[in-house]
């Protein structure tokens, strides 16, 4: 029997690379973990256990997945990042400073049952959900 146990990665397509890349590692904190050449195309950010994969559309990666993502046509509905504590007013508050518009916080069902998170969007218009650790 399989048990999960977390999420290994997530994989993002997009053809605005230096704004994901911006807001991934100095927006949400993530940092490079290894890069492949320019024609592969593929960037991998460490975000606590997990990494997320930043695929560049114009790169041989990404030109197996078709056109970029769009507004309608995105690759996936979204993703949720669990934080260390914080409060909201702290998470608003970083945002804020980074110019970046997010929801309000709602209790919502997740991994470690009903908690408040709140969603935003990425450059490339992917919608995630933070959910600060109880």
Not at 126 to 132: A, G, K, P, Q
């Given at each position: ?65 078709g056109k970029a993502p769009t507004s309608n046509d995105n690759n996936l509905d ?57």
């Amino acid at each position: 029997m399989l048990e999960i146990v977390g999420i290994d990665h997530i994989v993002l397509r997009t053809n605005k690379l230096d704004a994901m890349l911006h807001f991934y590692c100095n927006v949400l904190g993530c940092h490079i973990e290894r890069e492949t050449d320019k024609e592969q195309g593929l960037t991998q950010l460490r975000a606590g256990s997990a990494l997320i994969d930043i695929v560049n559309v114009d790169s041989e990666l990404g030109r197996l997945g078709g056109k970029a993502p769009t507004s309608n046509d995105n690759n996936l509905d979204h993703f949720c990042l669990q934080l260390a504590p914080i409060n909201q007013a702290a998470i608003k508050q970083h945002f804020q400073n980074h110019q970046i518009q997010i929801g309000d916080f709602e209790r919502r069902y997740g991994a470690e049952g009903y908690g408040d998170s709140v969603y935003l969007n990425d450059p490339q218009g992917n919608t995630i959900e933070l959910r600060s650790k109880r």
